[in-house]
């Protein structure tokens, strides 16, 4: 089916005591034919801003998790300490293969494998967020999955899994859980 446009005109004579109606009818038949333009909004567009979360460890488990699950070989997460700190748990916890940091503001991590198939990181949890905060003291630290997996635990002493800062008699804010 084509579509095709076709124009008709009409032509009419007018008397003078129809005063000119003929006329007025064409205008409105002219403006209905002739496209709308827009009118350029005043406003200025909302900028757009990338690369800072509002939480970045949670930035990084979700990185984590979200290569995991696409069986990519490593991932890339912009760096800070507490990263690096929670990087050296899961390398020591053999939950990733190994962690590199390439440049000042760029970490890398090498994701590990079982078989070849299936990641050694089955799951991540966020638990204390910028909006509830979550705090364990020495005698009431979690345990995941009944100790197959791992709290990490943010003390005055620095970040460490929830056994370490159990054996060493602190608290802390209760960061992620990691199976």
Do not use: C
Request: avoid cysteine; hydrophobic fraction near 35%; aromatic fraction near 4%.
């Amino acid at each position: 089916m084509t579509d095709e446009t076709t124009t008709t005109t009409t032509t009419t004579t007018t008397t003078p005591s129809e005063g000119g109606e003929a006329e007025r009818t064409a205008e409105r038949t002219a403006e209905r034919a002739a496209p709308v333009k827009k009118v350029a909004s005043t406003r200025k567009p909302r900028p757009r801003i990338v690369g800072v979360p509002n939480d970045p460890v949670a930035d990084m488990l979700t990185r984590v998790r979200n290569a995991a699950g696409a069986r990519h070989e490593s991932v890339s997460i912009p760096v800070s300490r507490t990263k690096l700190e929670i990087a050296k748990i899961l390398k020591s916890e053999g939950f990733i293969s190994s962690f590199d940091q390439p440049s000042a503001r760029e970490l890398v991590i090498k994701m590990k494998y079982v078989g070849g198939k299936v990641p050694a990181v089955s799951g991540l949890r966020r638990i204390s967020k910028p909006g509830l905060r979550v705090y364990a003291r020495k005698t009431e630290m979690p345990r995941v999955l009944g100790g197959l997996g791992i709290a990490i635990v943010s003390t005055s002493s620095g970040v460490m899994t929830g056994r370490e800062a159990e054996r060493k008699g602190l608290g802390g804010e209760v960061l992620a859980f990691i199976w």
